[in-house]
């Protein structure tokens, strides 16, 4: 069973930046797409930003571009979320996830993903 493990959390003040990362373990990190997503207080888990399995492409919410960038090094098993110029309306719980690289390729929808992290808390004040 692969395992993903978020660090990089913390509470910064407005316009702020954080650097997430997110570990594999337990499978060939260069099968997956990976994913973030995020799950705000009395809210369901959101898509945030994902990756293809060799980091060619990337994809990102409207309300992050231009502000997060993604990135991967399948040489040490990571995935990133660089988060610039946040917001308070980015306080949440982020998550990683991992997709089989031969599954839909529908990065948006967290049920197309093969497994989750724990998450890691990200709080923004104004």
Do not use: H
Request: some cysteine; hydrophobic content about 30%; aromatic content about 16%.
């Amino acid at each position: 069973q692969g395992q993903l493990v978020e660090s990089g959390g913390g509470a910064v003040q407005a316009g702020g930046s954080l650097r997430l990362s997110c570990a594999a373990s337990g499978r060939t990190f260069s099968n997956y797409a990976m994913g973030w997503f995020r799950q705000a207080p009395g809210k369901e888990r959101a898509f945030v930003a994902a990756i293809n399995w060799n980091g060619g492409n990337t994809y990102y919410l409207d309300s992050v571009k231009g502000r997060f960038t993604i990135s991967r090094d399948n040489a040490k098993n990571t995935v990133y979320l660089q988060m610039n110029s946040l917001k308070p309306e980015d306080t949440a719980v982020y998550y990683c996830a991992a997709q089989d690289r031969y599954r839909s390729g529908n990065y948006y929808n967290q049920y197309e993903y093969n497994y989750f992290g724990q998450g890691t808390q990200v709080t923004v004040s104004s």
